[in-house]
T-cell receptor
Framework: GNSVTQMEGPVTLSEEAFLTINCTYT??????LFWYVQYPGEGLQLLLK?????DKGSNKGFEATYRKETTSFHLEKGSVQVSDSAVYFC????????????FGPGTSLSVIP | EAGVAQSPRYKIIEKRQSVAFWCNPI?????LYWYQQILGQGPKLLIQ????????DSQLPKDRFSAERLKGVDSTLKIQPAKLEDSAVYLC???????????FGSGTRLTVV
């Protein structure tokens, strides 16, 4: 079945450091891929998405490129801020009728000043 | 547009008691989802509605959980009787097309003691 694997956390970075959170997926067909973010005490928010191979999703300085050949969708940011501290979830939607979104386990990020 | 509304925000109950959660999705969103998020894990889909019909409830513990979506708008999730392992955040989400991502509510944090 479809599944999402993420790098284990927690990840701790200093402010202005480069961020990479790895995500790989297993799916039949051509899924859409997402990154969601969950700030402390809040619900999940869609951060970015990509709907086909080689698409790059971007938002708030974060980027991720849909790599079909490596089944990956790694999240990157060039310079993190304290306000980026949150849990990040990689997810996929398999694109079938009445499809559902399957989430990875999440990666906790802490950015220290 | 208004977001997905959920209530209550927090709930503490004793095991074997019953509890109900309410969700009002974004207006016009045909698909509504209930997810269970246990601390430290990614959200797990419990049930998915398309309008007022169930399209996926394969991971809903039907001996104790029930959900309905009357008139294809708001929805109620019920647990009766609750167990300690039901302690989690219950997230409601809605979408018009899952390939473009969901909108989540802030969730209900349930503690069973």
């Amino acid at each position: 079945g479809n599944s999402v694997t993420q790098m284990e956390g927690p990840v701790t970075l200093s402010e202005e450091a480069f961020l990479t959170i790895n995500c790989t997926y297993t799916a039949t067909g051509y899924p859409s891929l997402f990154w969601y973010v969950q700030y402390p005490g809040e619900g999940l928010q869609l951060l970015l998405k990509a709907t086909k191979a080689d698409d790059k999703g971007s938002n708030k300085g974060f980027e991720a490129t849909y790599r079909k050949e490596t089944t990956s969708f790694h999240l990157e940011k060039g310079s993190v801020q304290v306000s980026d501290s949150a849990v990040y979830f990689c997810a996929l939607s398999d694109g079938t009728s009445y499809d559902k979104v399957i989430f990875g386990p999440g990666t906790s990020l802490s950015v220290i000043p | 547009e208004a977001g997905v509304a959920q209530s209550p925000r927090y709930k503490i109950i004793e095991k074997r008691q019953s509890v109900a959660f309410w969700c009002n999705p974004i207006s016009g969103h045909a698909t509504l989802y209930w997810y269970q998020q246990i601390l430290g894990q990614g959200p797990k889909l419990l049930i998915q509605f398309q309008n007022n019909g169930v399209v996926d409830d394969s991971q809903l513990p039907k001996d104790r959980f029930s959900a309905e979506r009357l008139k294809g708008v708001d929805s109620t999730l019920k647990i009766q009787p609750a167990k300690l392992e039901d302690s989690a955040v219950y997230l409601c989400a809605s979408s018009s097309d899952s390939n473009y991502g969901y909108t989540f509510g802030s969730g209900t944090r349930l503690t069973v003691v």
